[in-house]
């Protein structure tokens, strides 16, 4: 397929607009919230009290367990993120071998986006069920990114993933923020229980914009046919894939360093609303209006950093750049600590957005860039998965462990600084050029392909 066509790149951009109303709507915004004041509500009902004690902790029965509402929250996502660790490497091989990755791309948008219709459901007295929605939609998210990233090296060059994947982002941020603006608007005019029709909106909003993807996006773009024993040829091909990946050095290094400072990003994101609603002093009300305005500042200025960084790393490159920002990452968790006031929660939600975007769109176009000349992007995309939900796991896990430790939230969110460290340090040594070995090993795979290409008549 010839690359640059910029009707495909403008169809490829749109999935972010798609699919970033469950990131910011359902894992940050408006049902962390919900979350939280139904099951506090649900709390407060059982033991006969009007409000809480100083300092005490929302308790939820989960399939006779007793626990903190919001470690139940963070260990669900963690086995969701586990189990798509698990699933993206084998699907992403299947869908090399058969060609098919768009066709895996459809089924978990629609997956993610019904569970998130769902939750239109949620009650607490129930929360079994209601997490099951959560867990769900959190599948269907994550691994329909595995094929929608694995397109970037094949509609693109490699000088244009930086411009790319940050105008995928800022497309995300715009589109998740107008629909957190409709959602607002639907729950001041009506009442608190108007909060789940913005549930539905999201998985209609989330299914019905990545139609535009889905028809200009190509399917089978090396013509694979899917024949016989195609799961095992799937499973063989990841292995061969690996295999290379193995060999090379600048591409390896930098998935490790990814992986850990991806661990604290993720992690932050997925948590700080629990953060700021049980740690800041927002007053009478809870806070719920100036939560949402803290979210829409870090939307803005995350499109204002994907390009940003972009631009930057133009000047000085992708690798330095990323340095930059992981460094700010761990000062802005330092000083998070150490906040109290809803001001300060406000200057922290802007320095969170400037850098959020930068590291996001930046990383993806990082690891594409790296990439060799392949046509097992989906096979390669996975490990930059794995990385991505193994890391998120440690951290949703390591996040919940302390807390459940400490009693302290605010131990967890220091506890992640040491993320950012070792990710910092292994950046720093990333070659800025393939080795020579990895740059054979990568030739020859080339070579190998067009040989069975040729065999195959094709």
């Given at each position: 397929?010839?690359?640059?066509?910029?009707?495909?790149?403008?169809?490829?951009?749109?999935?972010?607009?798609?699919?970033?109303?469950?990131?910011?709507?359902?894992?940050?915004?408006?049902?962390?919230?919900?979350?939280?004041?139904?099951?506090?509500?649900?709390?407060?009902?059982?033991?006969?009290?009007?409000?809480?004690?100083?300092?005490?902790?929302?308790?939820?029965?989960?399939?006779?367990?007793?626990?903190?509402?919001?470690?139940?929250f963070s260990y669900v996502l963690a086995v969701s993120f586990l189990l798509v660790s698990i699933?993206?490497?084998?699907?992403?091989?299947?869908?090399?071998?058969?060609?098919?990755?768009?066709?895996?791309?459809?089924?978990?948008?629609?997956?993610?986006?019904?569970?998130?219709?769902?939750?239109?459901?949620?009650?607490?007295?129930?929360?079994?069920?209601?997490?099951?929605?959560?867990?769900?939609?959190?599948?269907?998210?994550?691994?329909?990114?595995?094929?929608?990233?694995?397109?970037?090296?094949?509609?693109?060059?490699?000088?244009?993933?930086?411009?790319?994947?940050?105008?995928?982002?800022?497309?995300?941020?715009?589109?998740?923020?107008?629909?957190?603006?409709?959602?607002?608007?639907?729950?001041?005019?009506?009442?608190?229980?108007?909060?789940?029709?913005?549930?539905?909106?999201?998985?209609?909003?989330?299914?019905?914009?990545?139609?535009?993807?889905?028809?200009?996006?190509?399917?089978?773009?090396?013509?694979?046919?899917?024949?016989?024993?195609?799961?095992?040829?799937?499973?063989?091909?990841?292995?061969?894939?690996?295999?290379?990946?193995?060999?090379?050095?600048?591409?390896?290094?930098?998935?490790?360093?990814?992986?850990?400072?991806?661990?604290?990003?993720?992690?932050?994101?997925?948590?700080?609303?629990?953060?700021?609603?049980?740690?800041?002093?927002?007053?009478?009300?809870?806070?719920?209006?100036?939560?949402?305005?803290?979210?829409?500042?870090?939307?803005?200025?995350?499109?204002?950093?994907?390009?940003?960084?972009?631009?930057?790393?133009?000047?000085?490159?992708?690798?330095?750049?990323?340095?930059?920002?992981?460094?700010?990452?761990?000062?802005?968790?330092?000083?998070?600590?150490?906040?109290?006031?809803?001001?300060?929660?406000?200057?922290?939600?802007?320095?969170?957005?400037?850098?959020?975007?930068?590291?996001?769109?930046?990383?993806?176009?990082?690891?594409?860039?790296?990439?060799?000349?392949?046509?097992?992007?989906?096979?390669?995309?996975?490990?930059?998965?794995?990385?991505?939900?193994?890391?998120?796991?440690?951290?949703?896990?390591?996040?919940?462990?302390?807390?459940?430790?400490?009693?302290?939230?605010?131990?967890?969110?220091?506890?992640?600084?040491?993320?950012?460290?070792?990710?910092?340090?292994?950046?720093?040594?990333?070659?800025?050029?393939?080795?020579?070995?990895?740059?054979?090993?990568?030739?020859?795979?080339?070579?190998?392909?067009?040989?069975?290409?040729?065999?195959?008549?094709?």
């Open positions: 397929m010839e690359k640059g066509n910029k009707r495909v790149i403008k169809g490829w951009i749109f999935y972010d607009w798609a699919n970033s109303v469950y990131n910011l709507v359902i894992s940050s915004a408006i049902f962390p919230v919900f979350y939280a004041n139904v099951t506090e509500s649900h709390y407060l009902k059982s033991v006969g009290r009007k409000q809480l004690l100083p300092d005490e902790n929302v308790m939820v029965e989960f399939f006779g367990y007793t626990l903190s509402n919001s470690v139940l699933l993206s490497p084998i699907l992403s091989g299947i869908a090399d071998v058969s060609g098919n990755k768009k066709r895996f791309m459809q089924f978990f948008c629609y997956l993610g986006a019904l569970s998130s219709i769902s939750l239109f459901w949620f009650n607490p007295a129930n929360i079994e069920w209601g997490m099951l929605s959560i867990f769900l939609a959190s599948i269907g998210f994550w691994n329909s990114l595995v094929f929608y990233n694995a397109f970037l090296p094949e509609i693109a060059e490699p000088k244009d993933h930086d411009n790319i994947s940050a105008r995928g982002f800022s497309m995300g941020y715009f589109g998740s923020m107008i629909l957190l603006v409709i959602c607002l608007a639907i729950i001041m005019l009506g009442d608190a229980s108007f909060t789940k029709y913005s549930f539905i909106l999201v998985g209609l909003w989330w299914m019905g914009f990545a139609q535009f993807t889905f028809r200009r996006l190509p399917h089978n773009v090396y013509k694979r046919e899917v024949s016989s024993g195609y799961i095992f040829k799937g499973v063989t091909e990841l292995k061969r894939v690996f295999n290379e990946f193995r060999q090379t050095k600048r591409l390896k290094r930098f998935l490790m360093s990814f992986f850990f400072f991806n661990t604290g990003v993720q992690t932050v994101m997925l948590m700080a609303v629990v953060f700021a609603k049980k740690e800041i002093n927002w007053g009478e009300g809870g806070g719920d209006s100036s939560l949402i305005v803290a979210i829409l500042l870090i939307q803005i200025l995350g499109a204002a950093g994907a390009y940003l960084m972009s631009f930057i790393s133009g000047l000085i490159g992708n690798l330095k750049t990323l340095i930059v920002v992981v460094v700010g990452w761990m000062l802005l968790c330092i000083w998070a600590y150490w906040i109290h006031k809803p001001i300060e929660f406000y200057f922290l939600a802007a320095g969170i957005g400037l850098v959020m975007g930068g590291v996001q769109a930046l990383s993806r176009s990082t690891y594409s860039k790296f990439l060799p000349t392949t046509e097992d992007h989906a096979s390669y995309f996975s490990f930059y998965d794995v990385a991505e939900k193994l890391g998120i796991v440690l951290g949703l896990f390591f996040f919940g462990l302390m807390e459940a430790l400490t009693g302290n939230l605010r131990a967890s969110v220091l506890s992640i600084v040491a993320f950012f460290a070792i990710g910092l340090v292994l950046l720093i040594f990333v070659p800025r050029k393939e080795s020579a070995k990895g740059r054979r090993v990568l030739s020859e795979s080339r070579l190998r392909k067009l040989a069975e290409k040729e065999a195959r008549g094709e």
